[in-house]
């Protein structure tokens, strides 16, 4: 029936809609007697049909591309925002949590990794230069054969050899129409403590986002660290648990399933590309350069293919995408100067949880870190009214008997005694 009336013209289409319409008033058995000119029924018809198929031609757009979605963005822009960091060890796991905190980001550091492996870091490397969160991050990653692999609300740190192959996985799974919610959907998997059983924690992420799936697959056991999903997808965190134990969620014909990553990485064999049409307007937002740049980045990628008016279709790896995404990607807003920022309230802590909260509320780095014993207990009893950042450091110092030096975000906590 579609296909019928798809081929008549609106003139045909007008001429029957007001022969029903005035056989439908015939029968009717009321004395009423409604005139609508033929004219008008035309342009209803055509309105109805323009809207359908705009309907239709809306939803074939609704996929956003895994990098350039809102979440993506905003983890792309921590990534490339301006490192400020100036040590030159520490493990791997501090630094991670450190890293998170002050960027309000999740960092997701995989079951496989050494956490407790000490990276250096060494900012004077001309050859290397950390003057990104990415280039640091990477630079740590590269000492315990790890890479960053990010998602949309939240960087990953896998294995090398996995991240391609999960990057693949992620990209599929929102480049989807069937699972395409999975990519908006924000998890609401809760936060958990140290030492929770995985297990447990990913059947409560099965019961809750794929209830689709059967049962998640026997695992060998394992306890994770404490850690909360802020903000990031399902289908990110998907990823993120079921990566590390070599699982991945993935489409079928029977909808989405759970699979070996292993078996589905051999069912692609060589066919690990992924394609993306870029609209017009995005590919004038770069410069030639950089389109340059990034084909001698990826020369495995087929690169880009004009398709005019309509843009230029790439295809290439995920990580290939997410790199030209990057040049896609507006800088990071710059946030208030910390110094203005008043707090009114009373505090009634002692001090390593007083330092703790004060590295939460105004993204401060206290160093060095944990506090000496005699320290370590001290009370904090205040009561302070509309004062500042700057305001509050000087009265703890005063409490603690202690020193604040601070340089940009990094405050050192000097001890008189020592």
């Known amino acids: ?105 999740n960092i997701w550091c995989d079951r496989r990794i050494a956490r407790d492996t000490v990276v250096t870091i060494k900012q004077s490397d001309e050859a290397r230069p950390m003057a990104t969160i990415e280039q640091l991050l990477s630079a740590a990653c ?60 990913l059947e409560q992420f099965r019961s809750v986002h794929l209830q689709s799936v059967s049962k998640i697959p026997e695992i060998e056991h394992d306890l994770w660290p404490a850690f909360d999903f802020r903000d990031a997808t399902v289908a990110s965190v998907s990823v993120c648990l079921l990566g590390g134990f070599d699982w991945c969620l993935v489409e079928s014909d029977q909808g989405l399933v759970i699979e070996p990553l292993s078996e589905w990485e051999a069912s692609l064999g060589q066919d690990i590309l992924v394609e993306w049409l870029y609209e017009q307007k995005m590919i004038e937002r770069t410069n030639e350069e950089d389109r340059k740049a990034w084909k001698l980045r990826w020369p495995e990628s087929k690169g880009v293919r004009s398709v005019k008016p309509l843009g230029s279709r790439m295809t290439a790896t995920a990580m290939a995408h997410y790199d030209f995404a990057k040049l896609l990607t507006p800088p990071r807003p ?33 160093y060095p870190l944990p506090l000496p014993a005699e320290y370590a207990t001290k009370q904090i009893d205040l009561d302070v009214k509309e004062i500042t950042m700057d305001e509050l450091l000087s009265l703890v110092a005063k409490k603690a008997s202690i020193e604040f030096k601070k340089s940009g975000k990094r405050v050192e906590v000097v001890f008189p005694d020592r």
Not at 342 to 357: H, M, N, Q, Y
């Open 334 to 366: 710059k946030p208030a100067k910390n110094s203005t920022k008043v707090f009114s309230g009373t505090i009634k802590a002692d001090l390593p949880r007083l330092l703790d909260w004060m590295s939460n509320q105004f993204q401060l780095e206290f």
């Open 1 to 105: 029936m579609t296909t019928l009336v798809a081929r008549l013209s609106f003139r045909n289409l007008r001429i029957c809609y007001q022969t029903i319409f005035v056989n439908a008033c015939k029968t009717s058995l009321t004395a009423t007697t409604i005139v609508i000119p033929c004219c008008f029924l035309g342009r209803c018809v055509s309105s109805v049909l323009f809207v359908f198929l705009l309907q239709s031609l809306l939803h074939a757009q609704a996929i956003v591309h895994p990098y350039l979605s809102p979440g993506a963005i905003a983890t792309t822009q921590v990534l490339l925002s301006p490192n400020e960091s100036s040590f030159e060890s520490a493990s791997l796991e501090w630094l991670l949590e450190r890293t998170a905190k002050e960027n309000g980001l």
């Open 142 to 201: 590269d000492q315990v054969d790890a890479a960053i692999l990010p998602l949309d609300g939240v960087i990953a740190v896998v294995p090398k050899s996995k991240r391609d192959i999960l990057a693949t996985v992620y990209w599929k799974l929102i480049a989807s129409k069937k699972s395409n919610a999975l990519a908006i959907a924000k998890s609401k998997l809760k936060p958990w403590a140290k030492g929770a059983d995985a297990s447990e924690l």
